[in-house]
């Protein structure tokens, strides 16, 4: 049962630089996010899809784009990457049910030099 | 729009103490209420989801919440922490299963 993969665990950037963040799930979920994760902060969600070829904004989207091409895949873009980026980065999927529950992935650890 | 304020940011307890993690939401509609765990260095994990009917949930490992409706609150509580408890517990709140608000976190250190 691999549920949700995520890799990189740790990346390390340079300003400016940029790189994708790998999310796969093999459950057939139709929803998938990404949230990151700050001290004190929480949660907060980037981007979220509700399925292939449709994607919307969450709550801090500037700076990261998605697209979901496939049901089992979602990547997480930095376009450019800031200091202020560096954060614990979550993807998580559901069934789109209400007894669903959010699977998590173990998390990519980012850090922006 | 929807909010989570936990109340507490860390609570530590005594090992076989009782322990309540308070939550509180706003929202302009009917939501759905959770509790997520993260242990270290995992992702979270669902403890237990109010949707509808009865307002106590339960979870496998003894934690329980009431859905306060007048005082939109989900309090999470458990008569009797266990070390392995030790974990961040975060509340959250949506209109679905899965396009969900989370508060900020709660840290729960259970001591020897």
């Known amino acids: 049962n691999a549920g949700v993969t995520q890799t990189p665990k740790f990346q390390v950037l340079k300003t400016g630089q940029s790189m994708t963040l790998q999310c796969a799930q093999d459950?057939?979920?139709?929803?998938m996010s990404w949230y990151r994760q700050d001290p004190g902060m929480g949660l907060r969600l980037i981007h979220y899809?509700?399925?292939?070829?449709?994607?919307d904004q969450g709550e801090v989207p500037n700076g990261y784009n998605v697209s979901r091409s496939t049901t089992e895949d979602f990547p997480l873009r930095l376009l450019s990457a800031a200091p202020s980026q560096t954060s614990v980065y979550f993807c998580?999927?559901?069934?789109?049910?209400?007894?669903?529950?959010?699977?998590f992935g173990n998390g990519t650890r980012l850090t922006v030099t | 729009a929807q909010s989570v304020t936990q109340l507490d940011s860390q609570v530590p307890v005594f090992e076989e103490a009782p322990v309540e993690l308070r939550c509180n939401y706003s929202?302009?509609?009917?939501?759905?209420l959770f509790w997520y765990v993260q242990y270290p260095n995992q992702g979270l994990q669902l403890l237990l989801k109010?949707?509808?009917?009865?307002?106590l949930v339960e979870s496998i490992n003894g934690f329980e919440a009431e859905f306060n409706k007048s005082q939109t609150s989900f309090h999470l509580r458990k008569p009797s922490v266990h070390i392995s408890d030790t974990a961040e517990y975060f509340c959250?709140?949506?209109?679905?299963?899965?396009?969900?608000?989370f508060g900020k976190g709660t840290l729960l250190t259970v001591n020897p």
């Open positions: 109010y949707l509808s009917g009865s307002t």
């Open positions: 959250a709140v949506g209109s679905s299963n899965y396009k969900l608000t």
């Open positions: 459950m057939n979920h139709e929803y």
């Open positions: 998580a999927s559901s069934w789109d049910r209400d007894n669903s529950p959010l699977h």
């Open positions: 899809s509700v399925g292939a070829g449709i994607t």
């Open positions: 929202s302009s509609v009917s939501v759905y």
